[in-house]
């Protein structure tokens, strides 16, 4: 299906990864049912399991036995939030995704809003978020230091105050699906793969049951894989600063050398000596720091591990949840 064919009537893929959302399973499967009737609007909601330690799977086979609308996938443990998105773009059948959250924050009534801009003829139609509530003031602060640091060293624009809710047209979810790299940042990707792009605001609630699954340390790896996936620039800010340390050497060099053809070479200095060592001893672990964050990154793409492990899927066969789970680059049936 090209971008540039608009269905009148498309079947719409709702992917949402879970991880210990038992409290809000059931409520976000009947209001998706209720927008969903009231817009007459096809659709299938993909659960992708990430490993949750309470009750979601369970609630997630009740809602597949009672809703032929529902599918599940369930992952052999915790994968990550990236990893259970990607699982759902290659589960997904329709001629658009919807990806979001499975706590309300991303309210699905904003679905036809988002279908209408679609048709309009945009490939990704991403949810810009105009206010935040039940957020402290250190995560919108935090969050807003995110996107602009991320977009001031990317190659790639980021759009700013736009998570992961998004419509995606089905052209868009085939590129996306043919990315291999396990360190990946999904709303970096979709902005990488370019295509004709929108937004539509609204206030984003607070969420409905249950403790955000984001802890500071989730959202610092989370930062590392945004800055070193999508850009060169830190290691090349590394390059730079050796490269002006050197200079500056020489020039002392040239200073030390005239001061002592003169013999006016001074002895004092040692404050200077010691604290400089103590600076560049600092700016050399933390410059091999960033070099080792591109080596790992590098280590773990080559060996070539799935992205993810499927443990049990709402579907008939080994073989079909192989294929649902996409290539072996992407993840693998276990039993």
């Known amino acids: 299906m090209s ?8 079947l719409i893929s709702v992917i949402v990864p879970v991880f210990n959302e038992e409290e809000n399973l059931e409520i976000l499967a009947a209001r998706l049912a209720s927008v969903m009737a009231a817009a007459r609007l096809r659709y299938e909601l993909i659960l992708v399991d990430d490993g949750s330690t309470d009750r979601s799977l369970d609630i997630m086979k009740a809602l597949h036995a009672g ?14 939030h990236e990893a259970a998105s990607s699982c759902g773009m290659a589960a997904a059948t329709g001629d658009v995704a919807v990806l979001m959250d499975a706590d309300l924050q991303d309210p699905p009534e904003l679905i036809p809003e988002m279908l209408e801009r679609w048709r309009e003829g945009f490939d990704v139609v991403g949810a810009r978020r105009r206010s935040r509530a039940g957020e402290s003031l250190f995560k919108r602060a935090t969050s807003m230091l995110f996107y602009r640091l991320a977009n001031s060293l990317s190659e790639v624009e980021i759009p700013l105050d736009v998570g992961d809710f998004r ?3 089905r052209v868009v979810v085939d590129a996306f699906n043919r990315f291999t790299e396990r360190n990946r940042f999904v709303r970096g990707l979709f902005s990488w793969v370019g295509f004709k792009r929108t937004e539509v605001e609204y206030d984003r609630p607070e969420r409905y049951a249950g403790d955000t699954k984001y802890s500071t340390r989730k959202l610092m790896l989370l930062t590392l894989d945004a800055l070193f996936s999508f850009t060169l620039v830190p290691i090349r800010l590394v390059g730079l600063f050796g490269l ?9 060099v040239v200073v030390i050398a005239w001061q002592k053809f003169i013999g006016v070479l001074q002895i004092d ?8 060592l103590f600076f560049l001893g600092g700016t050399i672990l933390l410059f091999l720091g960033v ?15 799935p992205l993810f492990l499927v443990k049990e899927a709402s579907i008939e066969s080994r073989d079909t949840t192989a ?3 996409a ?9």
């Open 167 to 169: 419509l995606i047209d």
């Open 67 to 80: 809703n032929p609308h529902i599918r599940y996938v369930s992952f052999s443990r915790n994968f990550g």
């Open 291 to 305: 070099i080792g964050e591109y080596v790992g990154k590098i280590f773990q793409e080559a060996q070539g591990r």
């Open 327 to 335: 290539t072996a680059t992407h993840g693998e049936f276990v039993r």
């Open 244 to 252: 002006l340390v050197t200079l500056l050497s020489l020039v002392l």
């Open 269 to 276: 200095g040692y404050a200077l000596l010691s604290t400089g």
């Open 3 to 10: 971008s540039g064919n608009r269905s009148a009537d498309p």
């Open 323 to 325: 294929s649902l789970a």
